[in-house]
């Protein structure tokens, strides 16, 4: 089994982890998904590096998306993360993987997770 703890989105708040085990099935790779919002997980990228820890090396706060994204096109975010949540709406598959944010995640995790980057656009 992987463990890994809550995702940090703000003072108290935390996005629920959900143990998966990778071991039942192959998981889902979602980077192509993400290329729209690219630029958006790069300026996020800021407690640390991927590669070494995961999902925990972005900064998912409220004011730290704010600030990510204050360069970028919010309408054309917000669309490139309604295509992410209907393309992972469609697979079947239950956990997912992206080599960009280093990390497995259960889907409903990440869809919880695109749901709050887009409420902070």
């Known amino acids: 089994m992987i ?16 143990q998966i085990d990778a071991t039942i099935t192959k998981p889902y790779n979602i980077d192509p998904f993400l290329k729209g919002s690219a630029t958006l ?52 598959d239950k956990i997912v993987v992206s080599r960009k944010l280093n990390n497995l995640f259960d889907k409903q995790v990440f869809i919880h997770l695109i749901k709050h980057l887009m409420g902070c656009l």
């Open 41 to 92: 997980w790069e300026n996020l990228e800021t407690e640390c590096v991927a590669a070494c820890c995961g999902i925990d090396a972005f900064a998912l706060w409220p004011a730290d998306i704010t600030k990510a994204c204050k360069d970028l096109d919010k309408a054309v975010l917000k669309d490139s993360f309604v295509q992410v949540i209907n393309q992972l709406q469609q697979i079947e």
């Open 3 to 18: 463990e890994n703890k809550d995702i940090s989105i703000g003072e108290g708040e935390w996005i629920k982890w959900r």
